[in-house]
Nanobody, 122 residues
Framework: QVQLVESGGGLVEPGGSLRLSCDASGSGSAIDAMGWYRQAPGKERELVAVKTNNEITYYLDSVKGRFTISRDNAKNGVYLQMASLKTEDTAVYYC????????????????WGQGIQVTVSS
């Protein structure tokens, strides 16, 4: 099965930037759609961003204009460039991937990484 490994998290002060990376390896699962979830302590998980292999993009409203999702040239990785970070962006961020259908208008992010901590604090 495909395995996802995140990197690039850490501690940053408000207004700063971080870039998260997710590398996919193995086989057995499609990665037509790749994206990022996050979960803060005591809060429900939320979908942050998704990019499909036909360039359909989704962003959580609260990160629009600040975060940018991209795929690498080989389409085996996904990245999240985070700018103008706020304390409320603090969470564990999870890479996720899965197949899509209906010209990638429908996707199922059924493979998850282990998660990586992003802390925004001064």
């Amino acid at each position: 099965q495909v395995q996802l490994v995140e990197s690039g998290g850490g501690l940053v002060e408000p207004g700063g930037s971080l870039r998260l990376s997710c590398d996919a390896s193995g086989s057995g699962s499609a990665i037509d759609a790749m994206g990022w979830y996050r979960q803060a302590p005591g809060k429900e998980r939320e979908l942050v961003a998704v990019k499909t292999n036909n360039e359909i993009t989704y962003y959580l409203d609260s990160v629009k204009g600040r975060f940018t999702i991209s795929r690498d040239n080989a389409k085996n990785g996904v990245y999240l460039q985070m700018a103008s970070l706020k304390t409320e962006d603090t969470a564990v961020y999870y890479c996720a991937a899965g197949p899509c259908s209906m010209a990638c208008q429908v996707y199922d992010l059924n493979v998850w990484g282990q998660g990586i901590q992003v802390t925004v604090s001064s």
